[in-house]
T-cell receptor, first 114, second 113 residues
Framework: KNQVEQSPQSLIILEGKNCTLQ??????????LRWYKQDTGRGPVSLTI?????NTKSNGRYTATLDADTKQSSLHITASQLSDSASYIC?????????????FGAGTRLAVHP | IAGITQAPTSQILAAGRRMTLRCTQD?????MYWYRQDLGLGLRLIHY???????GKGEVPDGYSVSRANTDDFPLTLASAVPSQTSVYFC????????????FGPGTRLTVL
């Protein structure tokens, strides 16, 4: 069964600190993996996309990694800001027979405190 | 430039009532989607449309219907709402079906009593 599991469920950190969010997936056949940021009361917005051959991708203070062998991805946030408070959703795309099917994780809720 | 808009923002509805959630995009995207988001669960696909005039069932389609008369609009209808349909509903679109960057609307919070 295609699944995406994220950890931790929630996280509280102090402003300026770093943190790492985890995503484990059992999705086949794997197409790509995307991290979304969802602010409270808003729709998700894409942060990064990673394909099978990519190990690391950065977007400002956000760095995503992908290990396709162990089927794990992480999202590292550097020097956190109050505006980083949001839910972060890992989305894996499967491609069974040419159709892209998205499997969403439940998200990690991050709170950055001053 | 609005992107994707949804209406209403929130709604409280009596069980058994009919309700249509509206979704409009101005990006000329071919594909559109409806998801529901429940606490502790990932977004789940209700229905999708790969192009105007076509629709398909997602993971949780029961109790919902959609239509796609034109490129811009993709309304979601609950024919007879039930409390288990209490959720936050997101509309999304992508340039093409299979292009997996989806752009999401702001959501509609629906409560069925």
């Amino acid at each position: 069964k295609n699944q995406v599991e994220q950890s931790p469920q929630s996280l509280i950190i102090l402003e300026g600190k770093n943190c790492t969010l985890q995503c484990n997936y059992t999705v086949s056949p794997f197409s790509n993996l995307r991290w979304y940021k969802q602010d409270t009361g808003r729709g998700p917005v894409s942060l990064t996309i990673m394909t099978f051959s990519e190990n690391t991708k950065s977007n400002g203070r956000y760095t995503a990694t992908l290990d396709a062998d162990t089927k794990q991805s992480s999202l590292h946030i550097t020097a956190s800001q109050l505006s980083d408070s949001a839910s972060y959703i890992c989305v894996v795309s499967a491609n069974p027979g040419g159709y892209n099917k998205l499997i969403f994780g439940a998200g990690t809720r991050l709170a950055v405190h001053p | 430039i609005a992107g994707i808009t949804q209406a209403p923002t929130s709604q409280i509805l009596a069980a058994g009532r009919r309700m249509t959630l509206r979704c409009t995009q101005d990006m000329r995207h071919n594909a559109m989607y409806w998801y529901r988001q429940d606490l502790g669960l990932g977004l789940r696909l209700i229905h999708y449309s790969n192009t105007a005039g076509t629709t398909g069932k997602g993971e949780v389609p029961d109790g919902y219907s959609v239509s796609r008369a034109n490129t811009d609009d993709f309304p979601l209808t609950l024919a007879s709402a039930v409390p288990s349909q209490t959720s936050v509903y997101f509309c999304a679109s992508s340039v093409q079906a299979g292009t997996n960057e989806q752009f999401f609307g702001p959501g509609t919070r629906l409560t069925v009593l």
